[in-house]
């Protein structure tokens, strides 16, 4: 005998939305010219106090389902999962069964994504025409959605996949005010403007080495389910040509990004310890020291930013000074090996001890205006040997290449983007 759920009790103002809902679809139905859509209603519920978000309302919605066959459900309820929800409040909220809510549980693997719903995620609960448990499905992501169905030996669950299909993207844009607007430009989301930089991050500092005239091309994933864009996905090979230098990096199927040879983009140090979103100097070429005024560069480079701004480890190392001295305010110095070492000075706040190890991107601090300085900015330092270099010019550790296995699987696909992306390069030429 199949297990029967049936709702415990609608609540009032649920009711009466579907009265008036079942009285517009005769309507709709008696109209002649009219076709009879499944209409949609929003209705507000009556929601016990507790179980109220002031931040969030409740979302829900009711669709009446055309009866075409008793064997598929007649009514769907659709729950927006709101801040601080979990199953069993949603369930006790819905006024759904516990028995219900117990065998979901005990269902394995497949509906285990359930005990992890966020805000935002959408639970679609369907029932029969006698108002008693069908199914529920929970979207996974834009391919996958979990399907709950009630059969006659019980509850069992699946995973529902369709095939996405994949598009190849291109933007592209040159550089005019700043690298940012020109993301925007080009079409980019932010999400696609942090990436591009963090891609290249170890060769370029995007805070104070973009000129006009730079320019890039992109191109990314997008996935379409039924010709309708569900989502965007990585960038697959990008080019960006800063000062007359061309850098070109590729997605591989390990996540990273590499070189057109198979070199690894990731390296040892990043160029800049701030990311460029936060610099506010972008395009200044007679960079002042805030407290000499001179503008030849003196032993380190200034970045000037808000304080509060992160500041992270240029490369991994174990921390040699963490403290405080009346010209350089708190600092930090990362020994990363023998030869190399950075100090980052004026930090509002330190965040790691001496003797503590760091990994590269890790945050140290943020920057502050501490010492001697008329404003907040950090000012890095880069030394070989003990002594101090342009980070930007010196001569630093190669990164490793693709293993030869990799390497194969590698090279036919970058040679393909590549080739797409030079395309896209000389239309971009052409049109300036
Ligand atoms: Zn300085």
């Not at 550089?175 to 999400?191: D, I, Q």
């Amino acid at each position: 005998m199949p297990v029967i759920y049936r709702l415990k009790t609608l609540p009032r103002v649920h009711k009466i939305a579907l009265g008036l809902l079942s009285t517009a679809m005769v309507a709709l139905i008696m109209m002649p010219t009219e076709p009879a859509v499944a209409s949609r209603v929003h209705a507000d519920l009556a929601v016990p106090a507790k179980f109220q978000d002031a931040r969030q309302p409740l979302e829900i919605e009711v669709q009446d389902l055309p009866l075409v066959d008793e064997h598929l459900p007649a009514r769907e309820l659709m729950v927006k999962v709101s801040r601080g929800d979990t199953l069993s409040s949603i369930f006790a909220r819905q006024g759904l069964p516990s028995v219900l809510l117990h065998d979901i549980n005990r269902l394995g693997a497949d509906a285990r994504s359930l005990q992890k719903i966020h805000p935002g995620d959408k639970l679609t609960f369907s029932f029969d025409r006698k108002g008693q448990f069908f199914g529920l499905s929970y979207p996974l992501d834009a391919a996958r959605t979990l399907d709950i169905r009630q059969s006659e030996s019980g509850l069992r669950s699946r995973i529902i996949s369709v095939q996405l299909e994949h598009r190849t993207q291109y933007a592209q844009a040159s550089v005019n005010s700043n690298f940012w607007n020109a993301g925007v430009t080009a079409g980019l989301s932010a999400g696609q403007i942090m990436s591009l930089a963090a891609m290249f991050a170890w060769d370029l500092d995007f805070g104070l080495d973009i000129r006009a005239g730079d320019r890039f091309a992109v191109l990314y994933d997008q996935r379409y389910k039924d010709g309708i864009l569900v989502d965007t996905g990585h960038i697959l090979a990008a080019e960006f040509i800063n000062q007359g230098n061309v850098y070109r990096a590729i997605r591989h199927d390990d996540g990273n990004y590499y070189s057109p040879e198979g070199r690894a983009m990731r390296k040892s140090f990043l160029r800049a310890p701030v990311n460029f979103s936060h610099i506010s100097s972008n395009f200044n070429p007679r960079r002042l020291h805030p407290v000499t005024g001179q503008v030849k560069p003196h032993r380190g480079i200034d970045y000037a930013a808000r304080t509060g701004t992160p500041v992270v480890a240029a490369g991994s190392g174990v921390v040699a000074e963490s403290g405080y001295s009346r010209f350089n305010g708190n600092y930090v110095v990362i020994r990363h090996d023998r030869t190399y070492l950075t100090k980052y000075l004026h930090l509002n706040k330190r965040m790691v001890k001496k003797g503590e190890k760091v990994k590269q991107e890790q945050q140290i601090g943020t920057v502050g205006a501490t010492g001697r300085v008329t404003g907040p900015h950090l000012h890095y330092e880069f030394l070989v040997n003990g002594v101090h270099k342009d980070p930007k010019s010196v001569d630093l550790p190669q990164a490793a290449f693709l293993s030869r296995g990799e390497l194969a699987k590698f090279r036919p696909r970058a040679d393909k983007l590549l080739a797409q992306l030079s395309k896209v390069s000389e239309v971009m030429l052409a049109n300036n």
